[in-house]
């Protein structure tokens, strides 16, 4: 009876593996109901060669690592809206539990990551001993040989429905049940060797710029200064999410009126992002590269291959450029491939108050600083500024102060104090997505302030959302960022054509185009020269 017990309990474990889900969306009982073809396979292979244990550690290291790859997609899904790929994304692991030492401090850190390793070797040891179970039933050999047949043939059953879903061939229906696991983990393998030719299809578009040594460009200018300001998660939930939208474009239709009567002009659009929930590089060098760097393998390449970023262009028109980057906190050897003449990192900011946790300083900081750190210079700006405060975990939210009263910071201190800790915030999503609400409305208050102060200079402003937050977060798929640009309204008049919204708001219908199609939009407007590589006629 015992043995009976165990052998079901063995089966269920494997069970539950083959049948687990790599989506949120799709974590829930209904997931029991499929039947995975695979475990018959297992099953009756292990009755068939009995206790072998090479055998069993390979197919339980299998499974673990199909285990892994679901749980992997699981968080990936949850942050950035899209699947684990191996090729791309692993160094994510180091990111991800610097930001976990950040919100739950090293030593919970280090223990959750030293659970995660041990997880992994039970559920290795679990498996093992599941598929030994059933090794261990020794019937005769007539037994064995008709297990094996069975085995065989039910490896056949899960190897057509796995060439069905991939359309290797197709039958009129699916066969029935699902061999799932099989054709996702099969999926990720062949997901890996094409990313390793896209890469280099993509390597050599890279290096293939058809504008990299056209003269005159951006001499509609005139000198002006830019400057281009990334709001973080700052996207289209703002504006459709009923649980932010109020609050919002409140801010924004206030803003609007302030900028107006300060004698700028507005223009505001849409732009779909590479990335979602995170990896806020890749929206900033798709935006000034002009290149689809949808993950950090094509970032890395674009990296190396020596492309122009917007900010080259703007060297090459005589043009000082500078980052404002207060997270950047260690060294950015990168900044040398994109353009920049300056960079002020953190300790680049002077500033002397305490931390927001992750947040190094409050966006009010560093707007009211980066002008008297830059040093002099003869030429006009060209800034990039990469703001934080509505960065996740979202808590503390700082309060705005009185321009005048920032200092070198230590007005905010107090602010820093505040509660909830990181990790009792994350445990109500409803109060998460709130402390959300409230450091986006934070961030668009003090960055539209900002620039209407900045109206007596009539320098050309962009402002735009780096990526949508995570997904429970804005409740929707979408990757859309809203843009705006703020200057002198014959200055704008040069982006007429390109059909956005007078003011801050853009309107819901309006067009859409993806964020690597900036660089050009930017340097054919502001060009006075027509040239070859003008494609928005």
Not at 8 to 23: M, S
Not at 59 to 74: C, E, T
Not at 284 to 306: C, E, I, Q
Not at 409 to 420: I, T
Request: hydrophobic share 50%; aromatic share 10%; proline share 6%.
């Amino acid at each position: 009876m015992k043995r009976a017990v165990f052998l079901c309990l063995a089966a269920v474990l494997l069970f539950a593996v083959l049948v687990l889900p790599n989506h949120p969306g799709t974590m829930k009982w209904s997931a029991l109901n499929r039947w995975p073809l695979e475990l018959p396979v297992l099953l009756l292979t292990m009755v068939a060669v009995g206790r072998n244990r090479a055998i069993s550690a390979g197919l339980a290291l299998l499974l673990v690592v199909a285990v892994l790859i679901k749980v992997a997609d699981f968080g990936m899904f949850t942050a950035f809206n899209r699947p684990f790929n191996p090729v791309f994304d692993v160094f994510l692991i180091g990111a991800g539990f610097s930001l976990m030492q950040d919100s739950i401090g090293s030593v919970l850190s280090i223990l959750a990551a030293i659970g995660a390793v041990l997880a992994c070797v039970l559920l290795f040891f679990a498996l093992q001993q599941s598929l030994q179970a059933w090794g261990g039933i020794r019937p005769k050999h007539v037994g064995r040989m008709g297990a094996a047949v069975i085995a065989f043939g039910a490896a056949g059953w899960a190897a057509a429905d796995v060439g069905h879903h991939l359309q290797y061939w197709q039958f009129t229906e699916s066969p029935p049940g699902t061999a799932w696991t099989t054709r996702h983990t099969l999926k990720r393998g062949i997901k890996v060797r094409e990313t390793a030719a896209e890469l280099v299809r993509f390597t050599k578009e890279a290096k293939s710029d058809p504008i990299a040594d056209t003269a005159g460009l951006l001499n509609a200018l005139d000198g002006r200064d830019v400057i281009v300001i990334w709001i973080e998660s700052y996207g289209r939930a703002s504006f459709d999410n009923p649980l932010y939208a109020p609050t919002h474009l409140a801010t924004l239709s206030a803003a609007e009126q302030a900028i107006e009567r300060a004698g700028m002009s507005m223009k505001s659009g849409w732009m779909t992002s590479p990335t979602a929930g995170g990896q806020s590089w890749l929206a900033h060098s798709a935006f000034a590269s002009g290149l689809w760097t949808s993950d950090n393998a094509r970032y890395s390449a674009m990296l190396a291959s020596g492309h122009k970023w917007l900010y080259h262009f703007a060297q090459d028109a005589g043009y000082r450029t500078a980052a404002v980057m207060p997270a950047i906190t260690i060294g950015w050897p990168e900044s040398l491939s994109m353009g920049f003449d300056l960079v002020l990192a953190a300790d680049d900011m002077k500033y002397e108050g305490q931390p927001f946790r992750w947040v190094t300083m409050p966006d009010q900081y560093t707007l009211a600083a980066y002008a008297e750190l830059l040093p002099p210079d003869p030429r006009p700006d060209f800034i990039q500024i990469a703001l934080i405060s509505s960065h996740a975990p979202w808590t503390p939210i700082p309060d705005v102060v009185p321009w005048e009263d920032i200092g070198t910071g230590q007005v905010f201190d107090e602010m820093a104090k505040r509660g909830p800790a990181p990790k009792d915030l994350w445990r109500d999503r409803g109060a998460v997505r709130d402390a959300y609400r409230r450091s986006v409305d934070y961030v668009l208050e003090v960055t539209f302030d900002h620039v209407a102060r900045l109206a007596a200079d009539a320098p050309l402003v962009i402002v735009a959302g780096d990526h949508q937050a995570a997904q429970f977060v804005a409740g929707s798929d979408n990757k859309d960022v809203a843009v705006h640009m703020i200057g002198p309204a014959d200055v704008l008049q040069r982006i007429e054509h390109w059909g956005w919204t007078d003011g801050l708001i853009p309107a819901a219908d309006g067009p859409v185009r993806r964020m690597d199609s900036f660089r050009d939009d930017f340097l054919f407007a502001f060009t006075n020269t027509p040239y070859a590589g003008d494609v928005t006629k």
